[in-house]
């Protein structure tokens, strides 16, 4: 069963960048197809974009074009994202999951244990 | 705003049943894509619950169950129990936006 373990709590100042792992371990890398959601403090969860590792394909969330940049090691079995320009409204955890095709639509069944950003001058 | 509608909260005393709605629009639940459930206890990683609707992953027990019809998705939860509170989450695909995700904005269960 894959496993997703992510960094350590970051905390940013506003305007700086972020950048936030995902290693994963227990089955075939090439396998995978990464996402990252995130959850503000009482918030809801927010999906942010998925990478393809074995084909480097991305695909992003409007709302986070641009600014988003998620990449893959396939060396290292480690996914990352990596946030720009931060301001104080992307204080969140930051999670990682495999992203699966069931049926007609994928979904998540396997997460990392999130990642705290925090952002504050 | 979040693309899939759900109630803000529901509660239940143990034993009880209850449901928590996911009303989504033509662009996605009503257009036959299927809806996923997750599951997130107070402080953890969120759980995936039901998947394609109303399949069970292995470990999930079976007082769990999802359905689907029309432009809406339920998840049922009978016998509650103190450990089921939390907040639930449905997710599905929306043909009109970029993403592959779009999530309800949660439901939180309180067991009274």
């Known amino acids: 069963q894959v496993q997703l373990v992510q960094s350590g709590a970051e905390v940013k100042k506003p305007g700086s960048s972020v950048k936030v792992s995902c290693k994963a371990s227990?089955?075939?890398?090439?396998?995978?197809?990464i996402t990252w959601v995130r959850q503000a403090p009482g918030q809801g969860l927010e999906w942010m974009g998925r990478?393809?590792?074995?084909?480097?394909?991305?695909n992003y969330a409007q709302k986070f074009q641009g600014r988003v940049t998620i990449t893959a090691d396939k060396s290292t079995s480690t996914a990352y994202m990596e946030l720009s320009s931060l301001r104080s409204e992307d204080t969140a955890v930051y999670y990682c999951?495999?992203?699966?095709?069931?049926?007609?639509?994928?979904?998540?069944?396997?997460w990392g244990q999130g990642t705290t950003v925090t952002v504050s001058s | 705003q979040s693309v899939l509608t759900q109630a803000p909260s529901v509660s239940g005393a143990p034993g009880q049943r209850v449901t928590i709605s996911c009303t989504g629009s033509?662009?996605?639940?009503?257009?036959?894509?299927?809806v996923h459930w997750y599951q997130q206890l107070p402080g953890t990683a969120p759980k995936l619950l039901i998947y394609?609707?109303?399949n069970r992953p292995s470990g999930v027990p079976d007082r769990f169950s999802g359905s689907k019809s029309g432009t809406s998705a339920s998840l049922a939860i009978t016998g509650l129990q103190a450990e089921d509170e939390a907040d639930y989450y449905c997710?599905?695909?929306?043909?009109?936006?970029?993403?592959?995700?779009?999530f309800g904005g949660g439901t939180k269960l309180t067991v009274l």
């Open positions: 227990g089955g075939t890398f090439s396998n995978y197809i």
């Open positions: 033509s662009s996605n639940i009503g257009a036959g894509y299927d």
């Open positions: 990478i393809i590792p074995i084909l480097g394909i991305t």
């Open positions: 999951a495999n992203l699966k095709l069931f049926t007609k639509t994928y979904a998540m069944d396997v």
């Open positions: 997710q599905s695909y929306d043909s009109r936006l970029s993403g592959y995700v779009v």
């Open positions: 394609d609707n109303s």
